[in-house]
Nanobody, 123 residues
Framework: QVQLVESGGGLVQAGGSLRLSCAASGRTFSRYVMGWFRQAPGKEREFVAAISWSVGSTYYADSVKGRFTISRDNAKNTVYLQMNSLKPEDTAVYYC????????????????WGQGTQVTVSS
């Protein structure tokens, strides 16, 4: 069982930056693929970024590539999402998620979810 708690959301102007954190419980955190997803009002939950459990391979949605960076600190059981050059269209609730072993981008493939943190980017 893994419990996830996100933090770091807030209101920022376009072009600004935020760093989201996701703290995980569980002794085997290092064996979980960690992903970030987001959901805007009236839209489906969409993949943002993910990082593998082993060598730290990363994968990004095209919409955030070059602006967002996902990283993890297994010693702290924490995964981060550094978001730079934010745009109004990045406004959404951001969720952290976890699954074992294989990196996938489909949210249905993740077993554990945090409660979400709101990110609002003003124009």
């Amino acid at each position: 069982q893994v419990q996830l708690v996100e933090s770091g959301g807030g209101l920022v102007q376009a072009g600004g930056s935020l760093r989201l954190s996701c703290a995980a419980s569980g002794r085997t955190f290092s064996r979980y693929v960690m992903g970030w997803f987001r959901q805007a009002p009236g839209k489906e939950r969409e993949f943002v970024a993910a990082i593998s459990w082993s060598v730290g391979s990363t994968y990004y949605a095209d919409s955030v590539k070059g602006r967002f960076t996902i990283s993890r600190d297994n010693a702290k059981n924490t995964v981060y999402l550094q978001m730079n050059s934010l745009k109004p269209e990045d406004t959404a609730v951001y969720y952290c998620a976890a699954r074992q072993f294989v990196l996938v981008t489909n949210p249905n493939g993740y077993d554990y979810w945090g409660q979400g943190t709101q990110v609002t980017v003003s124009s």
